[in-house]
């Protein structure tokens, strides 16, 4: 996600930090170079030039704050004016009874609606679907796949009337928390759409309006977003397929500066790659930062399970053990988006090294699977012709096997060096440690 605007702002953060010295010269060479940075990510060249003149007139011609070094006045500047640049602050939902998604055809609509009610079930509430597109084929069908896919009811009429499905829609959940309305996208916001869209706000009376806009639209995505806005009163942006494009920045950047703001993005293909937006915290984590809050949310929702962390801890788990954390692992997002959450680690570890490493995972994972219960659990037993059969039986190398047996052992030895969970209580990682809730 966001790949190069975070790769070269992180760089930017670690010449900052790093270099021996920060000057006024050196200011100005961070400040020209951020703003290629954002042109190069699709940031509107008016935004960009107000951002960099903001950022040099707090950090060279006001006065340095009391306590803090140059080099510290800079970094925070440049967090604190991109997190305004990006948003200022997380926008929920809290208490929105009926929602009406729109958006251009290809937005990713009809797919975001069924993450957001995903999104919705992990916080306790209880959503209902209901289908108004009527114009692109199997539309309602693919909203009935998705709901079945989560456990969630979608209601489709049978006319294909987006009328009167709004109507049977409200009536049949009424008893429901959330009711999500998925209207019909288009090529343009010609007059069709503009006409149907506007009959059904004024018959549905939505509490939130969310506007589904794909990241690759760039800066082009701020017009899209005043008219939506103009047409049926936009009260929040959804952006879409943040991981596949170089734009995402001019899209955000945009639509922030509008009176609907960003409240989540799409940041995978999965239903479950799906967030609050949090300016704050993104910011964070597009200068290299880390997003430590971001993690420990995402390590309770894939539900790692404490036990199991403290026998990783003290290099006495088994291969079950090892099993169970690389899946739980796999609901958390790839290592990439991983990685980036952890202070200093971000943009640092190169993109093939991680996705080598993710391959690996995934093929170790079906290499336990082929193991017996007693091989699992004493891997010590898994000799020559044990390693023959299992490889076999994975339709993996022999030599993949070993890779898995000898990295198990290697991740044994170096939880036990670090001293296990007796080491926590040493340094940042006891905070951590808390906050998963390990108890020593």
């Not at 299992?390 to 047996?405: D, Q």
């Amino acid at each position: 996600m966001f790949d190069s605007l975070s790769k070269g702002l992180s760089g930017l953060i670690n010449r900052l930090t790093t270099g021996t010295s920060v000057d006024k010269k050196a200011v100005e060479e961070i400040l020209v170079d951020m703003k290629k940075i954002l042109l190069q990510s699709d940031v509107d060249i008016k935004l960009a030039d107000e951002l960099i003149a903001r950022i040099r007139k707090k950090t060279l011609e006001e006065k340095l704050p009391a306590g803090m070094t140059l080099r510290e006045h800079v970094l925070k500047t440049i967090y604190d004016e991109l997190v305004v640049l990006l948003g200022s602050q997380a926008v929920g939902l809290l208490g929105k009874k009926r929602i009406l998604f729109v958006g251009l055809f290809g937005s990713g609509k009809t797919t975001t609606v069924a993450k957001l009610a995903r999104y919705l079930q992990k916080q306790g509430l209880k959503s209902a679907l209901v289908a108004l597109d009527y114009h692109r084929p199997a539309a309602p069908q693919q909203l009935e796949q998705l709901g079945k896919q989560i456990g969630v009811p979608v209601h489709i009429n049978l006319k294909k009337d987006p009328y009167e499905a709004a109507k049977e829609g409200l009536q049949k959940f009424v008893k429901y928390d959330t009711i999500i309305f998925d209207t019909a996208g288009r090529n343009a916001l010609d007059k069709e759409l503009a006409d149907e869209l506007k009959k059904l706000g004024e018959q549905i009376k939505p509490d939130e309006v969310l506007l589904v806009i794909p990241a690759d639209l760039g800066k082009v995505a701020r017009v899209q977003a005043e008219e939506f806005h103009k047409l049926v009163g936009v009260t929040g942006v959804i952006i879409s397929k943040m991981d596949g494009t170089a734009k995402a920045g001019g899209a955000l950047a945009a639509t922030s500066v509008t009176n609907a703001k960003v409240k989540f993005i799409g940041v995978g293909e999965k239903i479950d790659q799906f967030e609050l937006y949090d300016p704050k915290r993104f910011v964070s984590r597009l200068l290299g930062l880390g997003d430590i809050e971001s993690l420990l949310e995402k390590a309770k929702e894939a539900e790692l399970k404490p036990e199991t962390a403290e026998k990783m801890l003290e290099g006495k788990f088994t291969l079950q053990d090892f099993l169970e954390q690389i899946e739980s692992l796999g609901k958390m997002g790839s290592f990439g988006s991983i990685m980036k959450m952890i202070p200093g680690l971000g943009g640092k570890i190169p993109e093939e090294m991680l996705e080598a490493q993710e391959s690996k995972m995934k093929n170790f994972r079906v290499i336990i699977q082929s193991m017996t219960k007693q091989e699992r659990e004493n891997p010590s037993t898994i000799n020559q012709s044990r390693i023959k059969r299992i490889a076999k039986g994975s339709g993996r190398t022999e030599a993949e096997v070993r890779e898995l047996l000898n990295q198990y052992e290697n991740a044994k030895k170096l939880m036990k060096s670090m001293g296990g969970a007796a080491g926590l209580q040493r340094g940042q990682f006891k905070n951590l440690a808390k906050q998963f809730g390990f108890k020593f």
